[in-house]
């Protein structure tokens, strides 16, 4: 059965996707459009149940924008503490002097070393606020734009634990029932995004 409301314009016929009336050219307001997927929703049980999953999988990435959050403030304790022990062990040393051991690939002065010891909890505490940022933004553009939002999300959280396991192959086993249960509910966000689109595009060809 086809879906559709009465344009206010003209009392044309919007159906889902329209982004403008067929008949006066009026644009469809986000207003509509919610409604006409809600009536979607309510005559497709098949609907219903995709957007059950995307639902879930955009309230996922949300609680993943809290997570980068929480575990940033976590990290930086940690590495402020690592960083406050590595400092004590290179006081007295002459800051001119190179550091005896290559550092991330290169060689260093003491007093190059302790910089970047002292900057690495900040690093960390700004790299995820900013991860939770991008995925809030992530959030937020999932209103309008599902399927995008979902691939992006989905990319930057695989992203960002297969580079941490390259760097740190202990972070691997860290949270993993976390970041399975986050795989499967983006993963499937985005089939059933894609199954909403294909539902969507076989109501626009219904005579």
Same mark, same amino acid.
Request: hydrophobic share 55%; charged share 20%.
């Given at each position: 059965?086809?879906?559709?409301?009465?344009? *206010?314009?003209?009392?044309?016929?919007?159906?889902?996707?329209?982004?403008?009336?067929?008949?006066?050219?009026? =644009?469809?307001?986000? /207003?509509?459009?919610?409604?006409?997927?809600?009536?979607?929703?309510?005559?497709?049980?098949?609907?219903?149940?995709?957007?059950?999953?995307?639902?879930?999988?955009?309230?996922?990435?949300?609680? %993943?924008?809290?997570?980068?959050?929480?575990?940033?403030?976590?990290?930086?304790?940690?590495?402020?503490?690592?960083? /406050?022990?590595?400092?004590?062990?290179?006081?007295?040393?002459?800051?001119?002097?190179?550091?005896?051991?290559?550092?991330?690939?290169?060689?260093?002065?003491?007093?190059?070393?302790?910089?970047?010891? /002292?900057? /690495?909890?900040?690093?960390? %505490?700004?790299?995820?606020?900013?991860?939770?940022? %991008?995925?809030?933004?992530?959030?937020?553009?999932?209103?309008?734009?599902?399927? *995008?939002?979902?691939?992006?999300?989905?990319?930057?959280?695989?992203?960002?634990?297969?580079?941490?396991?390259?760097?740190?192959?202990?972070?691997?086993?860290?949270?993993?029932?976390?970041?399975?249960?986050?795989?499967?509910?983006?993963?499937?966000?985005?089939?059933?995004?894609?199954?909403?689109? =294909?539902?969507?595009?076989?109501?626009?060809?219904?005579?």
């Amino acid at each position: 059965m086809k879906v559709s409301i009465l344009c *206010p314009a003209c009392s044309g016929a919007i159906v889902v996707g329209d982004k403008f009336c067929e008949k006066c050219g009026a =644009k469809v307001t986000q /207003e509509q459009e919610q409604v006409l997927r809600q009536r979607l929703e309510a005559s497709s049980g098949d609907m219903a149940e995709h957007m059950k999953h995307v639902n879930g999988a955009r309230s996922t990435i949300m609680v %993943l924008a809290v997570m980068f959050v929480i575990g940033g403030v976590i990290m930086f304790f940690l590495a402020q503490g690592q960083a /406050e022990k590595a400092l004590d062990n290179l006081r007295g040393l002459d800051g001119s002097m190179m550091f005896p051991e290559p550092v991330q690939g290169q060689t260093v002065t003491v007093a190059k070393l302790r910089e970047m010891v /002292e900057a /690495e909890p900040r690093q960390l %505490l700004v790299l995820n606020i900013f991860l939770s940022a %991008l995925m809030v933004g992530l959030w937020v553009w999932a209103k309008k734009s599902v399927l *995008p939002a979902m691939l992006v999300a989905l990319a930057v959280f695989a992203t960002v634990h297969v580079a941490s396991a390259m760097v740190d192959p202990k972070t691997i086993a860290q949270g993993i029932f976390i970041k399975i249960f986050a795989t499967v509910a983006l993963i499937r966000g985005v089939r059933s995004a894609l199954a909403a689109r =294909k539902i969507e595009a076989e109501q626009r060809s219904v005579a």
